[in-house]
Every structure is written in structure tokens, then in C-alpha cells.
């Protein structure tokens, strides 16, 4: 698609296939699948407009904002609520921190009237209603049975800097294949390990509802660029280049690109495993908060797992 004057997708050249539809036209049909196409390939991300009105917005967003700075985990552009899962992978003490974090949010959500709660009954709503061919649930640990966290709350805080160039499929394992002989202590877990038998690692699609916008930046630029196993970074927080399969320099500068800014009470699902990009610094005295997460299949495509 070509961007327009009203559009939240810009730039000179919209070179995946990018749509954005409203809530209304989504809620209660059946007639397109909009995960299923991405899954297979005719669609690269969509925005659904409209997912909460402009008072449940507010609600929501006066809500996650008083959660307590304590509880609330650094990240390179902020923080994060609940703890994310690397957390476990290989960190002392990560895996009684996550799952510490996992349940204040989850008795936050179990509130009935809390606004926490209304927003994950709508992302649920909205997948069941995005993703309708297929079972949708979110992933339960297979050490004690208990739900990973179904979507978190970030807070890209202005003068932290941006969240690196990335794409999804470069964190996780690319065999659907769990660690053999299993890990002796909780100290090595990683925690793709404790995930479902039938949790397939890829493809992978991320997610995110915006609460709110900055004043400046903060947008996710999208570039030209897939992922592949031989294309790598030399250090996490390298913004400028990625190295090729040949050792040579990719700089970002020299990638074609284009620019997401959903707006707030909208929600963008996109095919965030295989798609490099990243978050643009936020500038100004608002910090840009979001509420999302990753999608998975299952391993026979019979269902999805939303997670964060």
C-alpha cells in the first residue's frame, strides 16, 4: 500500500504489504483471517483502528500509570511491567523475578473491575476476532502449569535512547527444539524451555496496543532487510549496521525504510520474527506506553499463543 495524509504508515516506499482496517469492520466477522495471512505470507502487518474508544483509553492509560516504579523492570528504552521473559534465560534469581513479577500482574488483571483486566479481555477479543480460524490462547510454563504473561506494558521513557534494530527470529531458537538432557536448576532455564510441547518458535509476529504517543519520536521504522541466521550484530545495542553473511556492513542509513505511528487506542500486528526494525528515540516530556506482546503457531497451525 502507499501511505496518505491521514495514514499512520509513511514513507517514501511501502515495500511490505501493510493495511490498516478498523475495529468495527473486524469485530464478529469471519471473513478474512488477518493472522493466517500473515502466516502465510500475502499480508506483512496490519493496524486495526479504533480497538479502545477514547474512554477506556483514558481509563486504561490513567491506570498503568500508576503502577509502582518498583515493580516496573529497566529496559535499554525504559521500563517494562511485568518483568520480560529473558529475564530467565540464564540470569541468577531470573526465574523467581519473572514469575514474582507474573503474579502482581496477574492479581492486577484478576481484579474484575480493573482497567488491567478490560485490556487484556479486549486483546483477547481482538485476536479471537483477528486470528478467527484459529484456537487462541495464551501459553502456559510446564513447571508448574501457570500462564506466562499474556501482553506487558512498556514505558519508552524520553532521554533513555531508542529499542535497538532488531527482528524476533534473531532471540529465540531457530529448531523448534527444547534443551536435551533438560536444565538441572532454574538458573538455566531459558525460557523458550518451558514453553508448551506444541509451541512452534517459528514464524513469530509481534504486537502492540498504543496507550500513548510522545510528543516526538518513538515511532517503529521498518527496514528492507529479513531476517537470516548469518546476518549479525556485533554487539546488542548497535544501531548504525548489521554485518552480512560476508562480513561486510549493512548501515542502516543505506536501507530502504518506511515509519509506523499507530495511534493511540489502535493496535499493529506485524511479522516482527522475520522484519528487522526498531523504536525511535522518544523526544519531548511524555513517555510513549504501549501494552503488547509476540504471537506464535502451534506446531500443526491449528492455534495461536500470545505472550509477552
Not at 525504559?78 to 523475578?97: E, Q
Not at 510528543?215 to 532487510?225: A, Q
Not at 525504510?257 to 516530556?285: C, N, Q, T, Y
Request: proline share 6%.
Amino acid at each position: 500500500m502507499t501511505s496518505n495524509n491521514n495514514s499512520t504508515i509513511s514513507g517514501e516506499s511501502i515495500f511490505f504489504k501493510f493495511m490498516e482496517i478498523g475495529y468495527d469492520a473486524v469485530r464478529g466477522s469471519k471473513e478474512i483471517d488477518y493472522i493466517k495471512r500473515l502466516k502465510e505470507k500475502s499480508l506483512d502487518g496490519f493496524v486495526v483502528k479504533g480497538v479502545l474508544n477514547t474512554d477506556e483509553l483514558k481509563l486504561v492509560k490513567d491506570y498503568v500509570e500508576t503502577i509502582p516504579e518498583e515493580e516496573r523492570i529497566g529496559f535499554p528504552a525504559g521500563k517494562i511491567y511485568p518483568a520480560m521473559f529473558s529475564t530467565i534465560n540464564g540470569t541468577k534469581g531470573g526465574f523467581k523475578k519473572y514469575f514474582d513479577s507474573l503474579d502482581s500482574y496477574n492479581k492486577k488483571i484478576q481484579t474484575a473491575d480493573s482497567p488491567l483486566s478490560l485490556l487484556t479481555q479486549r486483546m483477547d477479543e481482538f485476536f479471537k476476532n483477528t486470528g478467527n480460524s484459529y484456537n487462541v490462547r495464551v501459553p502456559r510454563n510446564t513447571r508448574d502449569n501457570n500462564l506466562v504473561a499474556a501482553s506487558s506494558v512498556r514505558f519508552f521513557v524520553p532521554g533513555t535512547g531508542n529499542l535497538h534494530v532488531h527482528c524476533g527470529h534473531s532471540h529465540q531458537p531457530s529448531k523448534n527444539t527444547k534443551q536435551s538432557p533438560p536444565p538441572a536448576t532454574e538458573d538455566e532455564i531459558r525460557f523458550y524451555d518451558i514453553l508448551p510441547d506444541d509451541f512452534a518458535n517459528l514464524p513469530q509476529l509481534s504486537y502492540f496496543m498504543v496507550l500513548q504517543n510522545p510528543e516526538e519520536g518513538g515511532e517503529l521504522t521498518v527496514y528492507d532487510l529479513l531476517w537470516d541466521e548469518r546476518i549479525t550484530k556485533d554487539y546488542p545495542e548497535n544501531n548504525e549496521f548489521l554485518i552480512d553473511p560476508n562480513g561486510n556492513r549493512l548501515y542502516l542509513k543505506d536501507l530502504k525504510s518506511f515509519a509506523i505511528r499507530p495511534m493511540p487506542g489502535d493496535v499493529l500486528v506485524f511479522s516482527g520474527g522475520p522484519i528487522w526494525h526498531r523504536v525511535e528515540e522518544v523526544k519531548g516530556s511524555l513517555p510513549r506506553i504501549t501494552f503488547g506482546g509476540f504471537v506464535n503457531f502451534t506446531k500443526d497451525d491449528s492455534g495461536i499463543y500470545y505472550w509477552s
